[in-house]
């Protein structure tokens, strides 16, 4: 079954059984609850030029952090099975995923409960789409939604259009993460809905955060033999529960002395920690992160 040819479908949690040694889905009702929340989102790039160890590298990356919950797109079958190889994926984390038989597809893994993850086909000449895990966290519901948009300079319309039906589709939920790779340059900007913050210049006003930068990734430069400086990959926050606090890059260093030219992939990774608002406290303008020198804060990896 290719599942992007449906509007949308329902897509199963499992968790890793090591009685059976087998991933298994599962009903997954359960809530959590928590002052702080950490999400990551990473564009694998789906290429097969050293895929294994590159995905190995993104993995023990993000083994340092362990988000709360992670989202990557781009992922084809072989880098699935790297991911639900690790250990500490296997011992902590739900999946969810969406691979068609001849596309890459997105993929999921979060520690807390997913009560339901759907998949959900957007207009697209390349099969592109949103996951999203519905989740309830300090007894609210949080919608965390995992994005990859059309891409090229030429589809800026359809991602227009895109992001309008992203919009609408979360206008009535209260608290929504949209996160992922976005695909749009900053004059596409303006097309985002301005009830969402876009969390790298709210907290990093003065710093561009590329997340494809050929000044340093040495591997995005050698695929097109010219710069780019973009920050397609985003972190969008919208409602009254959380606020974020600290934001960083991942994969800014080869993943081996030995090869000085590959990079984790040609994206860097997104990660963003969350906290909680009191319910009895109204959010206030957030400052940056270097405003809290007590506390932790991420740095680009």
Partial sequence: MNPFRRRRITVPVGRYDADT????????????????????????????LHREQRHRAIGELLSREAPDVMV????TRPALEVFLAQPWIRAGYRRAAVIGDHNYGMLMLSRLPVRRCTYTRLPSRLSRGYLTGEFTVNGRDLMIVSVHLESGKTARELRARQMSRLWRAFGDDGDVVILGD??????????????????????RPDDPGFTEDTSINHMRYDMKNKHRHVRFD???LKGPAWNPVDIGLLGRAPIAPSLPRIFPSDHF?????????PAAVKPAAVKPADDHPGRRRWFAR
């Avoid at 990557?72 to 992922?75: G, H, L, M, S």
């Avoid at 900053?186 to 210049?201: F, I, K, N, Q």
């Avoid at 990774?269 to 608002?277: I, P, Q, S, T, Y």
């Fill in 182 to 203: 976005f695909n749009i340059r900053d004059d596409e900007s303006p097309a985002l809905d301005p009830r969402y913050r876009d969390v790298w210049p709210h907290l």
């Fill in 72 to 75: 990557f797109q781009e992922v």
């Fill in 21 to 48: 040694d087998r991933w298994r889905d599962l009903d997954d009702h359960g809530s959590a609850a928590c002052h702080q929340l950490t999400v990551a989102t990473f564009n694998i790039w789906f290429n097969e």
């Fill in 269 to 277: 990774g997104v990660l963003c920690r969350l906290e909680a608002v």
């Fill in 234 to 236: 985003r972190v969008l």
